[in-house]
């Protein structure tokens, strides 16, 4: 028996497809990341969860009796923003279930480049999709503000770290939604993130979005935000190829994310 299984393993290691020796290419990353990034935004999860979150919020405005737009754009940006982000979640971990849906893993293990092209790719889309939509959005929201709600806003009295956290934050939770992509592939992956968030009250204990005037420590928040994004990059990478340097890249990330989102909350709490 024990003949047996040593002849099985070897029989194993001697046919699997080896692992490539060279590098992610440029021209490769950008080529998939295209590619992701035109799924995520076309993908029906996405404008629907937008659209919903904006419905929402719209008839919630319209259903307090104020028309002021003083009041109801700032409502119609935050209805916008909760689309995007949990959009972001849901496209971003159905991008990271592709592969192993349409059963094209084995094709993808017998290509000469590195296994973790695949998913520096599925990061490129998030890039190239997501995060720049977060970009415009934050221009125009910033417009609207200073244009619409109130023409008389003072430039200077603009939260810039709440605008800075508006596109960190989108990575951020895209990037989570693709690393639990890569380690459970399931596609309740998407809900149990954004279920996490919303009924276990995680996000008012370590929030993702919060203005100056709250309180939070500002240098520590946006570390928080650094350190999430790389926790979440290294994990998804380990899934195709566990080194070293990318575990104790994420521990330490980690580590320092955990420190981070202690030291950031005020004194009195949120």
């Given amino acids: ?8 393993f070897a029989d194993a290691r001697a046919s699997r497809v080896p692992v490539a020796i060279a590098r992610p290419t440029v021209a490769a990353v950008v080529a998939l990341g295209r590619i992701e990034a035109r799924k995520m935004l076309l993908h029906p999860t996405f404008w629907v ?20 737009i003083r009041i109801n754009v700032p409502l ?22 592709r592969p192993r849906r349409d059963h094209m893993r084995e094709l993808f293990g017998s290509v000469p480049s590195p296994p973790e092209t695949r998913t520096i790719g599925l990061f490129a889309g998030l890039l190239l999709g997501p995060f720049l939509i977060s970009l415009l959005f934050t221009a125009v929201g910033w417009w609207a503000i ?4 109130d023409p008389n806003i003072n430039p200077e009295e603009v939260d810039w770290f709440f605008v800075v956290q508006v596109p960190l934050s989108v990575f951020a939770l895209g990037a989570l939604a693709i690393a639990v992509g890569r380690w459970f592939p399931t596609l309740f992956g998407g809900p149990v993130i954004i279920a996490a968030q919303v009924f276990t009250g995680l996000m008012w204990a370590v929030p993702w979005i919060m203005p ?20 979440w990059v290294a994990l998804a990478l380990a899934r195709d190829r566990s080194t070293v340097w990318r575990v104790a890249i994420g521990g330490g990330a980690l580590a320092l994310g955990i420190v981070a989102a202690v030291q950031q909350a005020p004194p009195g709490g949120y």
């Fill in 1 to 8: 028996m024990a003949a047996s299984l040593r002849t099985a």
């Fill in 49 to 68: 969860t937008v659209g919903l979150s904006l419905l929402l919020v719209r008839g919630a405005a319209g259903g307090g009796g104020d028309a002021s």
């Fill in 146 to 149: 200073t244009h619409i709600a």
């Fill in 212 to 231: 100056r005037s709250s309180g939070i420590g500002a240098t520590w928040h946006l570390v928080y935000l650094a350190a999430a994004i790389t926790t």
């Fill in 76 to 97: 119609l940006l935050a209805g916008l923003l909760v689309g995007l982000l949990f959009g972001t979640i849901l496209s971003a971990n159905v991008a990271a279930l």
